[in-house]
């Protein structure tokens, strides 16, 4: 069992639902096609009562807006149900709208008073002018990025002034770093250089190859929105999608990167995480000195902050899309080609430090996202059942 940290503050108690509620309003919801039954000339008094049928007609209760009682759409193979039900379900579905309704209207109140909410950072480790692949991928993470101004500040780490001038004229920040010779820069430094340059409640580094869509910043409003997450130390990460074919991507386009990465994404092991967002407590002063761009330090990280720093993390792949721009060269394990792949491990080493990567899996953090009937993105523990003894926190 993984250490039980305490639950990130979700929606206040009294606004949330019960898990009947969610039960029934989950079964209603699950099937959307209804009226073929009825375009069909279907009679439901020769069919069985099943499962599938009741929740057919329940979406047609539902469609048909408090109009006609569950109890007379129900064909004459079910039997009805006790007042006290019929009662207990309108009930939970009145609250379930009021309640989006109010969020509504809150939501339209913050925007009133917007302020960037996320610094998110990267670097181009390497001083490559001439692989036109690279090229492109770096250009498409510039402009994809972009897009999020004024939501989000984006920073470039980087001492080369032809990435340097292409940041700007895309409109990034730049913040030079002394590099030494095939040593990429410190994941911790670059947070603390961020947090130097701009205040928002959120910090994050992603890889250089990752795209995202605006669910990132949906995402993101939504968790600030709740009670004081944004005060306690949260660490938000999660799988990402591999795309091929980048050339036919555009990446100022959200719709063409979501269909591009349904028409040929596939989502990446577990093991691989591309992205780190940090709310500002996190104590990143207690993270050793681990390098971006090479092996070892994403699953450590996780499990890090899991087991020893007891700080929330979320996996929020349910709710952001992190595409990931495969190339020929840029494949998938890129990090163990470069000369000094073993920085990170030469550094638990000194440190004496055998990390639990198991730990550090995406599957096994505690917290999700999802995206509730409200639209909007909300957090769950997982459930007990989900982790299996390889999430332990325990030494191997
Ligand atoms: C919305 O919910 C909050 C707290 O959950 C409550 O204080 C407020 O009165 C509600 N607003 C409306 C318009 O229902
Ligand atoms: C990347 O963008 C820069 C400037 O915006 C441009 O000069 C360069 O040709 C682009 N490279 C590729 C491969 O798209
Ligand atoms: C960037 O860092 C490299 C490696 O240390 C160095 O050779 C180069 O001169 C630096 N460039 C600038 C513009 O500071
Ligand atoms: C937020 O934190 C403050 C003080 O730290 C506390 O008084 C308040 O009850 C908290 N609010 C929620 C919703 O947890
Ligand atoms: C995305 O945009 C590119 C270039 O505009 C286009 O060639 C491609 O077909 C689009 N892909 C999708 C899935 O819409």
């Keep these: 069992m993984p250490k039980a940290s305490p639950r ?38 020769h069919v069985r009562c099943s499962t599938d049928l009741v929740v057919q007609f329940v979406n047609l209760y539902l469609e048909n807006n408090g109009a006609t009682a569950i109890g007379d759409i129900l064909p004459e193979t079910c039997a009805k149900p006790a007042q006290k039900s019929s009662d207990e379900f309108e009930r939970s579905i ?55 101004k004024p939501h989000a500040n984006v920073i470039l780490f980087t001492n080369d002034s032809v990435w340097d001038d292409i940041a700007k004229q ?28 701009f205040d928002t409640p959120w910090y994050g580094y992603a890889n250089a190859d990752i795209l995202f869509t605006n669910q990132l910043i949906v995402t993101l409003e939504d968790l600030s929105d709740k009670g004081n997450f944004t005060e306690k130390s949260v660490l938000l990460t999660g799988r990402r999608t591999n795309i091929e074919k980048i050339s036919l991507v555009n990446a100022r386009s959200d719709g063409n990167l979501t269909k591009h990465a349904r028409d040929y994404g596939t989502l990446y092991r577990e093991d691989a995480e591309d992205y780190f967002i940090a709310t500002k407590p996190f104590p990143w ?11 070892g330090y994403d699953n450590w990280l996780v499990a890090e902050a899991r087991c020893k720093l007891h700080t929330d993390v979320v996996d929020v792949t349910e709710t952001i899309l992190a595409i990931h721009q ?20 030469d550094l638990f080493k000194q440190n004496k430090i055998k990390p639990n990567y198991l730990a550090g899996l995406t ?11 409200c639209d909007v993105v909300s957090v769950e523990a997982r459930s007990r059942d989900h982790f299996g003894p390889r999430c332990g926190c325990g030494v191997r």
């Design 285 to 295: 002063q207690r993270i050793l000195p681990v390098v971006v761009g090479r092996p």
């Design 94 to 148: 009145r609250e379930i709208v009021a309640r989006c309704l109010n969020i509504t209207q809150r939501k339209i109140m913050k925007k009133l008073r917007e302020r960037p909410l996320l610094t998110l950072f990267t670097t181009f480790a390497d001083h490559i002018h001439t692989n036109t692949e690279k090229l492109f991928v770096h250009n498409n993470t510039l402009m994809n990025w972009a897009r999020f």
């Design 363 to 373: 599957s096994c953090i505690p917290y999700f996202t999802y995206t509730d009937f």
């Design 326 to 345: 495969t190339t020929e060269k840029g494949g998938n394990n890129e990090g163990h080609y470069h000369p000094r792949s073993t920085l990170n491990f």
């Design 170 to 197: 895309n409109g990034w920040e730049t913040i030079s770093i002394s590099e030494q010779a095939e040593r990429p820069p410190e994941l911790r430094e670059m947070f603390r250089l961020a947090y130097e340059r």
């Design 8 to 45: 990130p503050r979700a929606a206040a108690p009294a606004t949330r639902l019960s898990n009947f509620q969610y039960f029934l309003i989950l079964t209603v919801i699950s099937v959307l096609n209804v009226c073929f039954f009825l375009g069909l000339g279907f009679s439901p008094s």
